[in-house]
């Protein structure tokens, strides 16, 4: 099938071509009415698609024949079904206790798919929805709006950029553009092409992570409907791991009376001291969680917490503004809710891009141990127009605007201890 894939993809020019020339020569016999067809019948292209069509007919039903014989993947479909199937019907019961049998079997085969196997994502269960969230209710990610163009965000005053932006035409221009080639330079990473390109490599780092750190995929539901591929390396000792049994509220509640274990050695302190503390990573605007940054704290000892931006990887939707928040607070919440970690545990390491959703989360969740920035930034305008034509340079910037819409609050000292008088109520 894939052979099958690989020929139609590299022959589709010469079909496409083949089928225009014979559509655009026409009948040799324009009484004819059944010329065209035949001679599309009896083309070199209709004998390729043909050819092409019968052996991917013939590679789909011999896997399924395989398949149906294969041990290894009969289990498989017993577990997915067991994980997928009884959990739907879990869903329906509002009130489902954490030691029910059948929830603990929903469990266990979740956690056999994820340390087992790797399958499309499409069809990977939702492990957590920003619903369950402690969260959830009483913080709502919103974002502050975009500032006129002033003169100390981009060194022009307002005068001067008011002839290039006024207009409905240059609006509507700015808006078509911000959201078509706007985006996807801003974000190269959710272009399918690099992601077509980059696809063994991201599996190859997905394998890594699970191999060698035990590290395990979750499917996350943000407030928008969008899906979040993230992966959880656990570097905590079993007594430090929270109560299974226990619910969200027991869960919040044990994080403000836990207690820190000690340790018989000094080595085994700092490394259990160190796993202790979770560190979420934030990509660019090309990274991935498979090949990005988060071998740095794996490496060092921290549990570490990845993410894929909506629209990279198996994350569904688009990487604007108000979804990367959105995605970035279904993250927080999981570790808090599900995973089993404080806030004052948890560190935000963001790389260029990525800077975008720690500046919110510093606002909105300023209980946060800390947030680390390497090569990031508060304000994309300035950063655009060093490098925009003078001509178009107004005209650039408004499409900027256009693209974010809002844009995070400017990260400062004092944003991490307390919260600015315009951020959201809590």
Known sequence: MALAKSLATLASPYIVYSFYRNFLSGPSDPSSPTSLPRSLLGSASFRLVAALAMLYAVGTLARGFFRSRNPAYLQFISTYRTAVTQQDQLGQQKQLKKDDDASKVVEEARARLRS????DFRQWPVDFRWTEGVYARDRVPTLLPVEQTTTASTGSNSSSSAP????PLVRGVSWLMAHTIGRIMLYPGSIGLLQTVLSNALTTGRQFLVENYQAKRYKLQARDGNLIDCI???????????????????????HETSTTNTSSSSSSSSSSSKGNTLIICSEGNAGFYEIGVVTSPLSAGYSVLGWNHPGFGDSTGSPYPQNEINAFDAVINFAVTRLGFSLDQIYVFAWSIGGFPAAWAASAYPELKGIILDASFDDILPLARARMMPLLCEYHLLVLQTLLLTRPRALSPCSAHRRPDHSPAL
Do not use: I, N, W
């Open 232 to 254: 959880f390396a656990d570097r905590r000792t079993p007594k430090q791991l929270p109560d299974a049994s226990s619910t969200s509220q027991e869960t919040s509640a044990h």
């Open 164 to 167: 290039a932006t006024d207009g």
């Open 116 to 119: 087992t196997y790797d399958y």
